[in-house]
């Protein structure tokens, strides 16, 4: 199966597999597997903590690990009671026992008061419908440039029309997290490709199994869950069709296996049919031999991490132009 037109060409993707994909709605996963840099790389939930937000749109992480770098996932937020929300337009690198006060970040609770606190912790990462103007915003130190475009996610869900986005992420909490349920994180899964309908949304890469475990969630949920559930939300979703009409198990056995290999065939028609991107890459970001990068193009936009020619994180997802 070739992705590479959505990667760019200097990667050597070659020892990705894919697994079988899985279907909750309009929301399709395709589960990756790659090399495994488990002992290099802090996870973003158990080895990231949120140390203070001091002021609005200034928000610090720490990485309290002594030997491992953290690469900071693109997009990610955090939501605490009482508090003004916060969410990153960027990724990052973090060295072991350091902090990084990350200066542009977004207030996505318009009218909120208090502050973020390195209390309980759990993150998300922006919905696919935010994640372009996020990133153009990167660098900017404004704390409510987000707001407009929240403003208008909520009213295309029908909600009250202000940046408040836990409108959306907590309210709509027990619909989104049924995706985790539905969708199946595999053993040792480092990546997946995202479908809505039939169009490519997303291509998540990270560099350990360990550090994707941490990522499926927020990423599954609360950003491609997003793009999902507003998809749904006009439309009756059909339910896949299991072969009924065996009489033995053998004939189940045939029956599944034919299955298998259409709805195989069916994801590979949607990537073959996904255009060709020519992008424009920028480097953001040096630590030792590793590079940040941040890629546009016509279609997609994200950020990646390579060293030596080598993938090692990348966050390339749809722009809304592109899935409307």
């Known amino acids: 199966m070739d992705y590479h037109q959505l990667i760019p060409t200097q990667f050597d993707l070659s020892t990705y597999r894919f697994g079988m994909p899985q279907q909750s709605g309009t929301l399709t996963v395709l589960p990756m597997f790659g090399a495994d840099n ?194 749904e939300k006009d439309i009756e979703v059909q339910k896949p069709v299991l072969p009924l009409s065996a009489s033995n198990l053998q004939e189940l056995r045939e029956q599944l296996t034919q299955s298998r290999i259409e709805r195989q065939e069916q994801v590979r028609n949607w990537l073959a049919q996904t255009p060709a991107e020519q992008f424009g890459i920028q480097e953001e970001e040096r630590f030792m031999s590793l590079r940040l990068q941040t890629v546009t193009g016509k279609n997609f936009a994200g950020q990646f991490v390579e060293e030596d020619g080598r993938l090692l994180y990348a966050s390339l997802f749809a722009k809304p132009g592109y899935l409307n």
């Open 38 to 231: 488990d002992s290099r790389f802090v996870s973003p939930l158990s080895g990231l903590k949120l140390t203070q937000v001091r002021g609005y749109g200034n928000m610090e992480l720490s990485n309290p690990s002594e030997i491992g770098v953290a690469i900071v996932p693109l997009h990610m937020g955090y939501i605490q009671d009482r508090a003004q929300n916060h969410a990153l337009c960027r990724s990052a690198f973090i060295a072991g026992g350091q902090k990084l006060m990350f200066e542009d970040a977004c207030c996505v609770q318009a009218s909120q008061g208090g502050y973020l606190e390195g209390r309980e912790q759990w993150f998300f990462i922006l919905p696919l419908q935010l994640r372009e103007e996020a990133l153009e915003l990167r660098g900017k130190e404004d704390y409510s440039k987000l707001w407009n475009g929240i403003t208008r996610l909520n009213e295309q869900f029908g909600l009250p029309n202000r940046g408040h986005l836990e409108q959306i992420l907590s309210r709509k909490r027990a619909f989104l997290t049924q995706y985790q349920s539905r969708l199946e994180l595999l053993p040792h899964q480092s990546g997946a490709v995202f479908f809505i309908q039939d169009k490519l949304a997303g291509v998540e890469i990270a560099p350990s199994a360990a550090y994707f475990q941490e990522l499926w969630m927020p990423l599954v949920c609360f950003c491609y869950g997003v793009a999902a559930m507003y998809e």
